[in-house]
């Protein structure tokens, strides 16, 4: 029985609703208020353990895993446009909306599934998968081998090296890099959910559009210059020390991003975030880091973040993609450019 401050949406067998621009803008809204959401269709509520049991619920899910609520229609342009910007703007963005939706009936595995889905952002189809060959080179083991995408989701989830544990992925615009790091995150959730004699893992993929990140990269900086803003506006009347005011200063500049990946993961999976950002014994997680060329500005503090994270995490497996562009004036590893390994990317 829903409580008085809970949010119901109804849902038919299509799941219309998802459908449409306000029916997405209240499910935000139940995001900015903390407004619990509860999914229902005509034979009952739908919840992780009804959607097992249940032939509507089922076919509900299946709607709620392909829709795409950025493709959902309005028939007042003034109005998609006003929901769009509200949406984008807020921290978490389309993708917490997602999580508030989804989380609700999905199970984790299943939800970072339905995150993959390759979406036409004109038709709002789910589109079809491209398979990729990427050729690998020295001093990768896979010299001179084409390895199709679930090939290499395999070595990524397996304890080979095949690969090298971590995989960089440099590619220009239109050769399909996000559909390929949607594709191997499916494959990933194919391999976690196959018995372990079928050669099945208990793997967690996770995929992190690295402009979602650099947004909260550009928050957490305007936070802190607002921060810094006060502290001059007490300086100047003498309530606060120069010595105060200067290590706020040194505070601000020296400004850790170490909780970066922690308060990505909280706007896109809210309740399963812990089950996402620990480690779990015996089970291998696979971080797929995707369009560095878009975090812009962002990337240097991206890169300071990976380095630590990837130093307090020594068994994660990345694979990280970009643009050429990308990498033009970022230091990586070593701080300076290197030339990453050249590979062929076909479609």
Not at 89 to 98: K, L, Q, R, S
Not at 207 to 224: C, H, N, T, W
């Amino acid at each position: 029985e829903a409580r008085p401050r809970d949010a119901v949406m109804v849902l038919d067998e299509e799941a219309s609703p998802l459908q449409r621009k306000w029916c997405v803008f209240e499910a935000w809204r139940c995001t900015e208020l903390d407004l619990p959401l509860r999914l229902y269709c005509p034979d009952g509520e739908i919840t992780r353990a009804s959607a097992q049991e249940n032939k509507t619920a089922q076919q509900v899910l299946r709607m709620v895993q392909e829709i795409d609520l950025q493709t959902a229609t309005c028939s007042v342009k003034a109005d998609a446009c006003m929901i769009d910007r509200a949406i984008e703007d807020a921290p978490g963005g389309f993708a917490a909306v997602h999580a508030k939706l989804r989380t609700r009936v999905l199970d984790l595995v299943s939800f970072i599934g339905s995150l993959a889905l390759s979406i036409d952002p004109v038709t709002g189809k789910k589109v079809q998968e491209v398979e990729l060959q990427v050729r690998g080179i020295e001093p990768a083991a896979a010299k001179d081998k084409v390895l199709p995408t679930k090939a290499i989701a395999e070595a990524m989830c397996s304890n080979a090296t095949e690969l090298g544990r971590n995989v960089l992925l440099v590619a220009p615009a239109g050769s399909g890099k996000s559909v390929f790091s949607r594709a191997l995150v499916r494959h990933a959730v194919e391999i976690s959910r196959q018995a372990p004699g079928a050669g099945g893992q208990d793997i967690l993929p996770v995929r992190v559009p690295l402009a979602e990140m650099a947004k909260i990269v550009r928050e957490m900086q305007s936070a802190g210059k607002k921060q810094l803003k006060a502290f001059a506006t007490k300086l100047s009347r003498s309530q606060i020390t120069q010595t105060m005011y200067d290590q706020a200063v040194q505070e601000f500049n020296n400004m850790s991003f170490e909780g970066l990946f922690d308060t990505w993961a909280k706007h896109a999976f809210l309740r399963d975030v812990g089950k996402v950002t620990e480690d779990v014994p015996g089970q291998k997680r696979l971080l797929i880091l995707d369009g560095f060329d878009e975090a812009g500005e962002s990337r240097a503090e991206i890169i300071d973040w990976l380095r630590g994270y990837l130093r307090k995490h020594p068994g994660l497996c990345t694979l990280f993609t970009t643009r050429p562009s990308g990498l033009a004036g970022v230091g990586m590893s070593t701080r300076h450019v290197r030339q990453p390994r050249s590979a062929q990317v076909q479609s």
